[in-house]
């Protein structure tokens, strides 16, 4: 591909994006486009514009633009992703969706409701819970994030674990491919096998397929009553057998989180629960349902909790310990920012049967490397985050940590895990995908990349390694 990567844009390009885009929609100056250049991965590389999508039919027309131009479309919801998948690596315009975000229509009766990309994961929610439903995903970052972003990253939350991740809370969408099509995926029914299933395809990809224009998601109605769980362990053994043993009895938890000590202690200054004292591990766990399903199901749960490290059983008893319980949760990841000068933040996932396993061998790699390694996640899923804490001028340090790093990602693949189970590849993961997929598996996948995007602008470098050109 001829790039026509440098400092300005091309007169002609410029002129014609003017054509298409009103002055109030476009960012040319380089001040401004400097500050859509970053995503939570701190990773920066700016943009030479940064355009604000309205309609549908304006991306259709502005991806033939910038195929004739081989100029790079990145589309960027609210930049909270943590692996530089929205980092402009290649140059190109920034095609934000802050301004394209309607809610298009609900239809309580079919549970579905139909928006545009930029709506923010927490207006959906507002909206479906006007009639009594919500929609399942729910990234802690979900009053910022938007509804394209989880599409492309196929994001979760704590409810993933008994409402799946946002693949399965989706009907279809509306898409423009790299070659400036309009692909209509999916069905407006909860059930439909007809051809192959594209809707899934675009979920996860990472604006690499298609720039995802309108979704229709599945709705789920609200649960009556919900009770939660604070569950404390001597060690991080008992609470991961534990974890283990939760899964494996009929009831599921709407959401159950694991915290070891280092996070206890590290977000104590910033909680108001009650967080123990002398606790090797801390387990969250929420069930939804019924007033009656709860009685019996929390005693299901707190049975299986039980094994010789448990050291105490807490249930919220109001609306405010149950806030509390969640803000305490959901401060971690801010509060490691505090703590550490630099953390690698992984997300990697494991059968659950072999979170035991996962968190001993952790537990050998941190002292093997003398690199602190706080966990905590959706552990009813298999999915740790483990964040190692580094120092970025310390370049001893920093090398070690990359070395720490592979051990972890050969650790978790040797356990029949995966590298990602929502932060997604991006950059950062990047150069890992080919430990985890086979060169069959990478051909197969760069060859429906080259279906959808033959001339490679969208998103470029991201996601899976590119073809090498024969
Ligand atoms: C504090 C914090 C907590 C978080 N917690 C979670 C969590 O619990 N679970 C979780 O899964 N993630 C979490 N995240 C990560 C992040 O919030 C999610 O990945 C979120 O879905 C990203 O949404 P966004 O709008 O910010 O997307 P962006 O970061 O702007 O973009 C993400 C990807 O989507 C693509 N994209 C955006 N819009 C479109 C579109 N219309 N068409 C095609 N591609 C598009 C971009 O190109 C990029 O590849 C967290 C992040 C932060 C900062």
Redesign the pocket.
Known sequence: MSSLINSSLEESFSRELKQLFSAEDMLLDKALCWTYGY??SRLHAPPQAVLFARSHHQIVQLVKLCRQYHMPI?????????TG??VPVKGGVILS?EKMNNILGIEANNRLIITE?GTTNQAIQNAAAEHGFFWPPD???ST???I??????N???PRAVKYGSTRENVLGLTVVTGKGDTLKTGVKTTKGVVGYDLTRLIIGS??TL????EAVLKLTPLADEKQTLQISYDSIHSAAQAVSAIMAQPVTPCALEFIDKQAIEMIRDYSSAKLPHNAGAMLMVELDGSKSYLEEGLESIICSAQNNGCIEIIKAETEQDVKSLWETRKAL??ALRKIAPKKINEDVVVPVSKIPDLIENLDRLSQKYNIPIVNFGHAGNGNIHVNLLTDPDDQQLQIKAQQCLEEVFQLVLSLDGTLSG???I?LVKKQFVSKELDETNLKYMQAIKQQFDPDNIL?PG?TIPEATRE
């Open positions: 995503d939570n990145i589309s960027r919801g609210s930049g909270t992703g943590t998948a929205t969706f990309p990234p802690t970052s910022i994030c938007t394209g972003g989880n599409l492309a990253y994001s979760a939350g990472e604006g298609g720039i995802i224009t990841s801010p929502e932060h997604g991006g998103n991201k």
